[in-house]
């Protein structure tokens, strides 16, 4: 029973992911045909999404928390796939806000409902892989919404691509519904850890109380900037910068990015889970010691002169950067106590979402747009990202200053 939940719950981070995602490779059609900037463009996939996914996250988590994590979950699938079909039918640029803005409120239930199954079904010595595996539906997701939204906007448009991925994730939702159970419910008397909701305020205190959360917090946030800006933006800056068609960009570009970042994400969970069984401070070493590698890979990959080199390393890239996922989230889950686990998820990517994923598309785009009319106008979108891209910096000193406190902090 186990493996199916991680399996479902992994099926969910792919459509969580794909139907986040697919818009991105669908970005030259829709400028084209609806006339948006950059600037625009970078809020449907950045602020518009972001924002209200970090807002909802906390009230809609809790109340999951309480009222049925499996009913509210393929609730939500159903949600955010309604949503996705209702951007495919949008005819203006507030219309298509509107429709982003509910993807975020409905998505917003995934991951924090997910992880409070996960860690629920999974022993701690196997949670970093679990969440590894977690993780990496995110990654199957984004290749597959590149790969077929690219081949599916050439042969059928980029509306009907849209409706295909909502239809697709309204059957998961059924399945989800029908199969999955809550072990609370399933087994209340079986010594199952009840993960029932605290006081918000109470959770805060505890999370603020710890100094490696708030430098992994740190960590995450300016992680999910860089990432959240750069992959929204990649296959647009592929079409630009190398003339490529979009289905063609699609396909490399999504492959590319499932052969470095599927295995990346499961070994780095495997990895992690090995390494802290001797140290707790691999959580936050590990992931410090990818970026590290990953940061001159991705200034290598935006400043290559041939799209053959760009999208080697491309790969390589996304192989160093989902290595860390599974480490991050252990790492955030460190210190705090099984009623805290749901909140703390949804808390961390309320704040990571507000300053890292609304901010980096948003950031990507604003800045090409006014790059567009100056000298680097020809490469405001490359110039934009590299910036961007620097800003990794700051994910590894707020981790190497997290392992300076994870060890010696009181367990919950």
């Known amino acids: 029973m186990t493996v199916y939940v991680v399996l479902l719950l992994f099926l969910a981070n792919v459509a969580n992911y794909g139907q986040r995602?697919?818009?991105?490779?669908?970005?030259?059609?829709i400028k084209s045909e609806v006339m948006l900037t950059d600037g625009q463009l970078g809020i449907l996939v950045g602020g518009g999404f972001a924002l209200f996914y970090a807002l909802a996250g906390v009230p809609l988590s809790r109340f999951a928390d309480r009222h049925g994590r499996v009913?509210?979950?393929?609730?939500?699938?159903?949600?955010w796939s309604v949503a996705t079909g209702m951007f495919g039918l949008a005819?203006?640029?507030?219309?298509?806000?509107?429709a982003r803005v509910a993807l975020g409120v409905g998505q917003?239930?995934?991951i924090p409902v997910s992880h409070s199954l996960l860690i629920d079904h999974v022993r701690p010595e196997s949670r970093p892989f679990a969440l590894g595996i977690h993780s990496t539906g995110g990654v199957v997701g984004a290749t597959l919404s590149l790969v077929l939204g690219g081949w599916l906007?050439?042969?059928?448009?980029?509306?009907q691509a849209l409706t295909l991925s909502a239809v697709s994730g309204v059957v998961l939702a059924l399945l989800v519904a029908v199969t999955l159970?809550?072990?609370?419910?399933?087994t209340p008397d079986a010594g199952v850890v009840v993960d029932t909701a605290l006081p918000l305020r109470t959770v805060i205190r505890r999370l603020l109380s710890l100094r490696s959360y708030v430098l992994v917090l740190l960590a995450v946030c300016i992680s999910m900037l860089v990432e959240f800006g750069l992959s929204q933006w990649l296959p647009s800056y592929y079409v630009r910068e190398f003339s490529l068609p979009v289905a063609e960009v699609g396909f490399r570009y999504g492959l590319t990015a499932a052969i470095g970042g599927i295995p990346g994400s499961l070994l780095g969970g495997w990895l992690t889970a090995r390494l802290t069984r001797?140290?707790?401070?691999?959580?936050?070493?590990?992931?410090a010691m990818m970026y590290t590698l990953a940061l001159p890979i991705g200034l290598s990959m935006l400043l290559a002169s041939s799209v053959q080199i760009a999208l080697l390393l491309n790969g390589l890239y996304a192989f160093t950067v989902y290595t860390t996922s599974g480490a991050l989230w252990a790492a955030c889950f460190?210190?705090?106590?099984?009623?805290?686990?749901?909140?703390?998820?949804?808390?961390?990517?309320f704040v990571a979402g507000v300053t890292g994923m609304a901010l980096g598309p948003t950031l990507v785009g604003g800045m090409s747009d006014v790059l567009s009319s100056s000298q680097a106008g020809g490469h405001s979108l490359r110039t934009s990202l590299v910036f961007v891209e620097c800003l990794a910096v700051g994910v590894i000193v707020s981790l190497l200053f997290a392992g300076r406190f994870i060890a010696r902090e009181d367990q919950p």
């Open 153 to 159: 906007e050439a042969r059928v448009g980029w509306r």
């Open 334 to 349: 460190a210190h705090v106590a099984p009623a805290m686990r749901a909140t703390t998820s949804a808390v961390t990517l």
């Open 181 to 186: 159970r809550d072990p609370r419910k399933a």
């Open 278 to 287: 001797h140290d707790i401070r691999w959580l936050v070493w590990f992931p």
């Open 21 to 29: 995602m697919i818009v991105s490779i669908l970005l030259p059609a």
């Open 91 to 98: 005819r203006s640029f507030v219309q298509m806000l509107a």
């Open 71 to 79: 009913k509210w979950l393929s609730i939500a699938i159903a949600f």
């Open 108 to 110: 917003s239930v995934c």
